[in-house]
């Protein structure tokens, strides 16, 4: 290794661009080929060479550096694979309580009596990534991760190599099956994969469930196949033909049968004290399991109760995940920085003294809001507790007062914007009410409000442009190549007519750039939700992206509503009254939609892509787009569920019949509005007849 203080700045660039590439090369013979052509000793050098490089200039350190990497490997890109049915998620309890209030809740939505049995499995949440693997005739065909939970990546080869996956099921089975469940790791199989990672120099894993999926993403299986992964069925997507079982724990049955593997510790419930006494003893074993386990899963056990029961928004009603408690550590709080978020708003950030809560390296945790801070007294240099629970960003909890160092003041919020400079205010609300968030009030002039929302649309759950991440962002932003988002669409052009050059710019190269341009290429024709969340209007996350989309089927359709929603519009109207979307969020699309430089922006993008219209979950259903009142008293449906019975089929409900109403379902009893109904001569149809349209049994 040459003496490095004595290189110039340049023969460290120089040295620096050919270690980076010789390291990336032996990466993939490494990762890839499985065939090292140098001693694992000799790359080590490479490595420390590379790194005391980056030490010496840190100005050599790009976004592109290998030693800003996660894991050694690159980034495979895998097929995509659209589930058949969603991969969705799971709503959190983290108390007695709340798991009393599920039961009830259920109870409630289907009319059943405290009385009547209602039975429950419980068993452990896997902590692990979801995989949904698809068999046909019995054969293991294609194995997919969860994504973004309608689309994810085609894992095949490498879940063949996971040794309790059968290739092919036992028994008689359905023609096509998804089964669905968790790949995790081990303690020992985590434990020995990073003693492996460590003697040869390479970034260690944090925890067995980031070495799962490190493991699982690889482009070589083989990779995988050294990797000890394991998967525990508890779960279904795609099943052709009869039901194997009508209740949760039939399934598990079954899927024991045809050799699948599940947990041990399912137990069926008859009440929400009966859940309890499982999640305690689950919580007992919890440490002495050898894998990760992070909370119990409930789950309606009647699999036509399931059915009633549905999906709000993300989340099946009929499930819930009661989380152990999170995990805390103390440490000191060096300083706060303030972050500067994609609608302005102002964010803490704790930085720590490095710290291990539950397995993981903690540095920075949200402080929350100014009214956080100054509630638990939070100064810099105090001695705090941070926590930590599954998923989410590690929190500062409280002070220890009895620590504090001497004359430690009391932190004072800033009331501009750390970037821009301008103003940040906390509005105030027609109640009077003050928002907890201070924003910056700079909007367009201010560079991190316009480099988050390019972050965001080119996101994975928005646009979803591979090789596009916040680094090269930042980079393009700074450098001047991309300021709103149709820029990102104009970059080949203008690198080809010469404008920068981009294959020359230290980190990317050709090959980079090739797929960087192929990536932005494919993005140009996104699923209008995605279209839609990608703009990043206040207040329209993926759920209402969706909504949008599924309501107005087309781009064209949703902006020329929404661009003249002023206040009390028939087009503010008309927003409003999309299930699930409220005043507040109608109020922050039209918001979008009416300013003048959105207008411009989005004119700009709509040159450059087309959203796809999108297909309406339920447009083949002959109640899609209707408006129905439910009146009466309804014999095999409670209020709630007929509610989401008609969200799933595509109908809106409305409270009252009016000349908008398409049809009345009315049950025994019904009165006023079954008049009004046949006064305006609207179809009215019984519960029964429902059923039928809607083509259930
Ligand atoms: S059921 C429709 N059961 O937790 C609900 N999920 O937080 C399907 N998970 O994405 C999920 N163990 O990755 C279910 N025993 C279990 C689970 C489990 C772990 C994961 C799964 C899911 C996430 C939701």
Redesign the pocket.
């Known amino acids: 290794m040459a003496d490095i203080s004595k290189l110039t700045l340049r023969q460290a660039r120089t040295r620096h661009m050919q270690l980076q590439r010789d390291i990336a090369q032996h990466d993939v013979a490494y990762y890839q080929n499985d065939a090292p052509t140098i001693s694992d000793a000799d790359y080590d050098a490479l490595r420390q060479e590379y790194v005391a490089l980056e030490a010496r200039f840190p100005q050599l350190k790009t976004g592109m550096s290998l030693s800003e990497k996660v894991g050694a490997a690159p980034s495979p890109k895998f097929a995509k694979v659209r589930h058949a049915v969603p ?4 709503g ?1 309890v983290f108390s007695d309580e709340e798991v009393f209030d599920f039961v009830a809740r259920v109870r409630r939505f289907l009319g059943l009596g405290a009385e009547a049995p209602l039975a429950f499995t419980a ?8 995989c949904s693997l698809r068999y046909e005739r019995g054969a293991l065909v294609q194995a997919a991760t ?1 994504g973004d ?1 309608f689309e994810g990546e085609d894992v095949t080869a490498n879940v063949r190599t996971i040794a309790g996956v059968p290739h092919m099921l036992r028994g008689a089975v359905s023609d096509v099956i998804e089964v ?3 790949v995790y790791m081990s303690h020992a199989d985590f434990a020995a994969l990073n003693a492996r990672q460590a003697e040869t120099g390479r970034t260690l894993y944090a925890n067995p469930r980031n070495a799962a999926a490190g493991s699982l993403r690889q482009l070589d299986a083989t990779i995988t196949a050294g990797r000890g992964l394991k998967f ?1 069925a ?2 279904w997507g795609e099943i052709a033909g009869a039901s194997p079982a009508s209740t949760q724990h039939g399934m598990l049955d079954f899927f024991r049968h045809a050799g699948m593997p599940t ?1 041990p510790l ?1 137990k069926l419930c008859a009440s929400a004290q009966e859940m309890l006494a499982h999640y305690r003893f689950i919580e007992e074993k919890r440490a002495a399991l050898g894998y990760d ?3 119990v ?1 409930y ?1 309606v056990d009647d699999l036509a109760l399931q059915a009633r029961l549905g ?1 709000v928004s993300r ?2 009603r009929w ?1 819930v ?1 009661h989380k152990f408690a999170a995990e805390r550590a103390t440490t000191v709080l060096r300083g706060i920085d303030i972050q500067v978020g994609r609608t302005g708003a102002l964010t803490p950030v704790a930085r720590l003294d490095p710290v291990t809560v539950g397995g993981v390296v903690v540095q920075n945790a949200t402080l929350h809001n100014e009214d956080e801070i100054r509630r638990k007294d939070i100064r810099i240099g105090d001695t705090v507790v941070v926590q930590r629970a ?1 998923d989410v960003i590690p929190q500062v909890v409280e002070v220890v007062v009895g620590r504090r160092p001497h004359g430690a003041k009391e932190y004072v919020f800033p009331d501009h914007c750390p970037v821009c400079g301008s103003a940040a205010v906390r509005e105030t609300d027609e109640s009077g009410a003050t928002d907890v968030v201070r924003r910056c009030t700079g909007g367009l002039v201010c560079g991190a409000q316009a480099v988050e929302r390019l972050k965001h649309f080119a996101s994975r759950n928005a646009m979803d442009i591979e090789g596009l991440g916040d680094r090269q962002i930042e980079l393009f932003h700074k450098e001047g190549l991309i300021k709103t988002p149709a820029d990102i669409f104009t970059l080949a052009a203008r690198n080809a007519a010469g404008e920068f050059d981009l294959e020359k710019w230290e980190g990317f190269g050709e090959t980079s750039v090739r797929n960087l341009f192929a990536a932005i290429e494919a993005a140009r024709r996104p699923p209008l939700n995605r279209f839609i969340y990608a703009l990043g209007a206040r207040r329209v996350g993926e759920t209402n992206a969706r909504r949008l989309a599924r309501h107005f089927g087309t781009f064209e359709a949703l902006r020329a509503v929404a661009s003249r929603a002023v206040a009390e519009s028939e087009e503010r109207a008309t927003i409003n009254a999309i299930d699930g979307v409220g005043d507040v969020v109608a109020e922050a699309i039209a918001d979008f939609f009416l300013e003048e430089h959105n207008e411009r922006a989005l004119d700009a993008l709509l040159a450059q892509v087309s959203p796809q219209p999108m297909e309406a979950v339920a447009s083949n259903s002959p109640v899609a787009g209707k408006t129905v009142v439910f009146t009466g008293s309804l014999e095999r449906l409670t209020r709630d569920e007929a509610k989401a019975q008609a969200d799933r089929f595509g109908a809106k409900v409305a409270g009252s019949v009016s000349k908008k109403t398409d049809l009345v379902v009315a049950g025994p009893g019904a009165g006023s509005k079954l008049a009004k109904a046949q006064e305006l001569g609207i179809e009215v149809i019984s519960e029964d007849e429902w059923f039928a349209r809607t083509g259930q049994k």
């Open positions: 991969m969705l998620s799971l959190n068993e452990p949440k896997i902590d692990g990534l979801s969860r939970g669905r469940g968790e525990f508890y779960a947990n399912v386990i992070d909370g899963v789950k999906f989340a099946p499930a995940a599954g």
